[in-house]
T-cell receptor, first 115, second 117 residues
């Protein structure tokens, strides 16, 4: 168990809908990363937050947004969903004192299926 | 150019044998870190081992060791005495720049390892 939690574990929705994925980082970690993993694109970095502030952006679509709250949990919002958004979405955290510095510890992922 | 290259899409090994998964990297930064992660069929990403660019010795964690050859820019993962539970996808990743506590990582495309009885 990495200490990173993600909810929900599975999500099935329809095209055009909006969903919110939630992540709680490891205790003490200030930085949260979001990734999308699909069969054709592999593991794609989406966005990073550090202590509430957006720090780095990757291949995140404009239909997607994220935020990190004062208690350091993070949410990834996906809107106007398309079939191609079906993927495994990971949250990872780092920045605390536990573990190897800069090592990203991953949550179990949220499997999103868009029908 | 890809920053992390894993040239083996799939590898097969027999139980109890050792296996090496290849990873080459590309960076001009003198300070960097290299990571290996395991992703079993259940989907979670599990951190295995870390090597810093200034570390004098190759990293080891139990049955995992990292064969770090700086001049060749390679960071191969060696798994000794393979077990059936080692069957999984393995990802190599790199942090560029000094440790900051919040650096981003670049991941390779992964190698699928299958361990047979």
């Amino acid at each position: 168990d990495s200490g990173v939690t993600q909810t929900p574990k599975h999500l099935i929705t329809a095209t055009g809908q909006r969903v919110t994925l939630r992540c709680s980082p490891r205790s003490g970690d200030l930085s949260v990363y979001w990734y999308q993993q699909s069969l054709d694109q592999g593991l794609q970095f989406l966005i990073q937050y550090y202590n509430g502030e957006e720090r780095a952006k990757g291949n995140i679509l404009e239909r997607f947004s994220a935020q990190q709250f004062p208690d350091l949990h993070s949410e990834l919002n996906l809107s106007s969903l398309e079939l191609g958004d079906s993927a495994l979405y990971f949250c990872a955290s780092t920045g605390g004192l536990a573990g190897v510095p800069d090592t990203q510890y991953f949550g179990p992922g949220t499997r999103l299926t868009v029908l | 150019a890809q920053k992390i290259t894993q040239t083996q899409p799939g590898m097969f090994v027999q139980e109890k044998e050792a296996v090496t998964l290849d990873c080459t990297y590309d960076t001009s930064d003198p300070s960097y870190g290299l990571f290996w992660y395991k992703q079993p069929s259940s989907g979670e990403m599990i951190f295995l081992i870390y090597q810093g660019s200034y570390d004098q010795q190759n990293a080891t964690e139990g049955r995992y060791s990292l064969n770090f050859q700086k001049a060749r820019k390679s960071a191969n993962l060696v798994i000794s005495a393979s077990q059936l539970g080692d069957s999984a996808m393995y990802f190599c990743a790199m942090r560029e720049g000094p440790r900051s506590g919040y650096s981003t990582l670049t991941f390779g495309k992964g190698t699928m390892l299958l361990v047979s009885p």
